[in-house]
C-alpha cells in the first residue's frame, strides 16, 4: 500500500508540475501575442479612442480605416507597395536558396585547395556590422548603376553573400550520412545529381529556415531599402509606412497606419506558421554535428 501510495504521489506531482509549466508557457504565449491583437483591434479606432481609451475593443466595427489607408497618401496605393515588396524579396528568397545551398554543399562534401582558409574568410564575414559595409557596397553598386533598383538585394542572393544561411546548411548536411553520396556515386551519378535528386529533398527543413528568416528579414527590411531605393514608385511597405506617417502632417492618421501595418504583417505570419514545422527541425538539427 505504502508503494502504490508513493506512485500516486509521485504521479500527482508530475501533473502538477505539467499544469504550472503549461500555464507558465500559456502566460508567455498571451504576452507574446498581445501587441498583434491590440494592434488588429487599434486598426478599427480613431484617433480619440486610440489615445483616449483604455479598452482594447474598439467602440464600433469599420472598415474605413482599411479602405483609407490602402488607398496611401499620393498618387500610389499600397498595391504598388505590395507589388513592389513581393518583386524584391521573392526573387531575393529563390537566388538565396539556390545559391547558398550549393556553396554549403561544396564546403560540406568536397575537398579543395585552401578550403579551411575561404571558410574562415567567409564565417569571419558574419562578424562586420551592417555600418561598417554599407558605404562600400553603397559606392560599388551605385557604380555599377543598380541604386534605385532591386538588384542590391537581388545579386548579393544570387552570388551567396550570406554566410550565416551557408553555414546553417553546411551544418545540416554534415548530419546526413556521406554513404547516400558514395551509393549514388557507385550507380553513376554526378555531383549535380546526387545534390538535387538525393540531397535537396533531405535537407528540406534547412531549406524552409533560409526561406523563412530571408523573407522575414527582407520584407521587414527598412534600413536597405531607404539607402538604395530613393523614387516614391520603387517604394516597398516598409518605406509606405515611414512615407504614410511623414505626409500626413501634424494629424496623422494612426487608424490607417496600423491598419496597413497589420495587413503588411499577413504574408510573413502565414508563411511561419504554415512552415514552422520544418523550421522547428531545421533550426533544432544545425550544431548537432561538426
Given amino acids: 500500500m505504502n508503494r502504490n501510495f508513493i506512485m500516486r504521489k509521485g504521479k500527482s506531482k508530475k501533473g502538477l508540475r505539467k499544469i504550472i509549466a503549461y500555464a507558465f ?36 466595427f469599420s472598415l474605413d480605416s482599411f479602405k483609407n489607408g490602402w488607398k496611401g497618401s ?13 518583386e524584391l524579396v521573392i526573387p531575393t528568397v529563390i537566388c538565396t536558396v539556390l545559391s547558398t545551398g550549393i556553396v554549403a ?18 564565417i569571419s564575414t ?3 556590422p551592417d555600418a561598417v559595409i554599407i558605404i562600400p557596397r553603397y559606392v560599388a553598386f551605385n557604380k555599377l ?12 542572393a544570387l552570388f551567396a553573400c550570406y554566410p550565416f544561411f551557408i553555414f546553417m546548411q553546411i551544418q545540416f548536411l554534415r548530419g546526413i550520412p556521406k554513404e547516400l553520396d558514395e551509393s549514388a556515386y557507385v550507380d553513376g551519378c554526378n555531383p549535380f545529381i546526387i545534390y538535387a535528386k538525393i540531397l535537396l529533398p533531405l535537407m528540406k527543413p534547412a531549406i524552409f529556415s533560409v526561406i523563412i528568416f530571408q523573407f522575414i528579414w527582407r520584407w521587414s527590411d527598412y534600413f536597405n531599402n531607404l539607402i538604395y531605393i530613393s523614387s516614391v514608385k520603387k517604394y516597398t511597405l516598409s518605406l509606405a ?12 492618421q494612426w487608424n490607417q497606419v496600423l491598419a496597413m501595418s497589420f495587413v503588411s504583417l499577413i504574408p510573413p505570419m502565414l508563411l511561419f506558421f504554415f512552415a514552422q514545422k520544418y523550421f522547428v527541425e531545421g533550426i533544432s538539427t544545425v550544431g548537432l554535428k561538426g
Fill in 25 to 60: 508557457l500559456v502566460l508567455i504565449g498571451f504576452f507574446m501575442v498581445y501587441p498583434l491583437v491590440w494592434l488588429f483591434f487599434a486598426a478599427f479606432k480613431n484617433n480619440q479612442e486610440l489615445f483616449g481609451e483604455l479598452s482594447i475593443l474598439p467602440k464600433s
Fill in 74 to 86: 499620393g498618387q500610389f496605393s499600397y498595391s504598388t507597395f505590395y507589388l513592389n515588396t513581393l
Fill in 105 to 122: 554543399y561544396g564546403f560540406a562534401r568536397f575537398k579543395f585547395p585552401f578550403k579551411k582558409l575561404l571558410f574562415f574568410l567567409m
Fill in 126 to 128: 558574419m562578424m562586420l
Fill in 145 to 156: 548603376g543598380w541604386i534605385n533598383t532591386y538588384l542590391p538585394f537581388i545579386m548579393p
Fill in 241 to 252: 509606412l515611414k512615407l504614410s506617417i511623414d505626409s500626413q502632417g501634424a494629424v496623422t
